[in-house]
Every structure is written in structure tokens, then in C-alpha cells.
């Protein structure tokens, strides 16, 4: 009986390969993954005014304020989104809320992540009863 044996498997370097490729896109993940969970609170404070009944009556100060208490309790950071960013639209005769920012996140030396975030919402005229 002449049985030839053979190995299967990967070698310690191709392992330690492996290994920095699952890292790096690890890493990178855990860099990530807060930025977008933020973004998630915007666009749920964003949504939730929009939602709130004569939204559409109130003023660009009055709605950026609430809109700011709205971040706090969505655990969205100070800082994160400029007052500036915050803008109401009329898009086919409708007042919009618009929310644009950009979040630059620094990754690894002198390579750095520009994201880009928008969100919509058009404000509610429907006064409450």
C-alpha cells in the first residue's frame, strides 16, 4: 500500500498576511463606525422635527436651536454639525429641512476619510388639534 500524504492548510506567513488584512479593515471599521452611529442621530432628530406639527411655521433660528437639543439627546457631538449647516428649503412650495455637513476623521499618518453627510426632510404644516 503506497499512500502519498499531502498537506493542506496556509503557512505561518500567509496567516500573519491574513491577519493584517482583517486588521486593517477591522481598524478601519472602529474609525467608521461612530461617524455613521452619529449620523443615524441626525437624521433621527432631523426626522423628529420635521414630524412635529407647524414645523413648517417656525423660524430658521428657532428650528436650528431645536434641532442642536435634538442632537444632545441623540448623543450627536457639539461641534460636529455647524449651525450653518442647517438650512431650510422651499422645494415645490413645501419648506424643506436640510441638513449638509462633511466630517473629516484621521485614519492613518497623513491619510484622512472626508465624508460627506445629507439628509432631508420636508417640515410638517399640520397644526395640532
Known amino acids: 500500500m503506497n499512500s502519498k500524504r499531502t ?27 461612530p461617524v455613521y ?30 434641532l442642536m437639543f435634538k442632537f444632545s439627546l441623540q448623543y450627536v457631538s457639539d461641534g460636529s454639525v ?7 428649503l422651499t422645494v415645490n412650495g413645501l419648506k ?7 466630517r473629516r476623521i484621521h485614519f492613518i499618518s497623513n491619510i484622512d476619510f472626508a465624508i460627506s453627510f445629507h439628509k432631508t426632510a420636508t417640515l410638517s404644516h399640520v397644526s395640532s388639534p
Open 37 to 66: 452611529s452619529e449620523y443615524s442621530g441626525v437624521s433621527k432628530a432631523v426626522e423628529t422635527l420635521a414630524k412635529e406639527p407647524s414645523s413648517a411655521d417656525k423660524t430658521l433660528d428657532a428650528l436650528r436651536s431645536e
Open 7 to 33: 498537506q493542506s492548510g496556509i503557512t505561518f506567513i500567509g496567516f500573519l498576511f491574513l491577519l493584517a488584512v482583517i486588521g486593517f479593515f477591522a481598524y478601519m471599521g472602529m474609525i467608521l463606525f
Open 82 to 88: 455647524p449651525v450653518q449647516a442647517i438650512r431650510v
Open 96 to 102: 424643506t429641512l436640510d441638513v449638509a455637513y462633511e
